[in-house]
Nanobody
Framework: QLQLVESGGGLVQAGGSLRLSCTVS????????IGWFRQAPGKEREGVSC????????TDADSAEGRFTTSKDNAKNTVYLQMNSLKPEDTATYFC???????????????????WGQGTQVTVSS
């Protein structure tokens, strides 16, 4: 029943911006930790950022710090990843994940996640 659906990926020029969306069903966002991960071709999956059951967020990918912002709209059950000043190195498939229902105030991409979306492709051109 728990499902995550990413959207908003596409092709963007370097220096541009893109906002990814993750619509969650089966759990309300005030009871769920949501993580953003990405996987570039030939590279391992990397934790990007997360948002807690509250509005507490953190960015675990050093290269994304200061450029990416995570937010959510509880009423829409949607989490967003605002990506600014995009670089070709940001090219990857982006996934949103959740640990399932919980009441943790903080979050971390280093924690285990149980549910994954299908991913949305982000391609940044030079």
């Amino acid at each position: 029943q728990l499902q995550l659906v990413e959207s908003g990926g596409g092709l963007v020029q370097a220096g541009g911006s893109l906002r990814l969306s993750c619509t969650v069903s089966g759990v309300t966002l005030n009871r769920a930790t949501i993580g953003w991960f990405r996987q570039a071709p030939g590279k391992e999956r990397e934790g990007v950022s997360c948002i807690s059951t509250t509005t507490s967020t953190r960015t675990d990918a050093d290269s994304a710090e200061g450029r990416f912002t995570t937010s959510k709209d509880n009423a829409k059950n949607t989490v967003y990843l605002q990506m600014n000043s995009l670089k070709p190195e940001d090219t990857a498939t982006y996934f949103c994940t959740t640990r399932g229902p919980e009441d943790k105030i903080l979050c971390s991409t280093y924690w285990p996640y149980d549910y994954w979306g299908q991913g949305t492709q982000v391609t940044v051109s030079s």
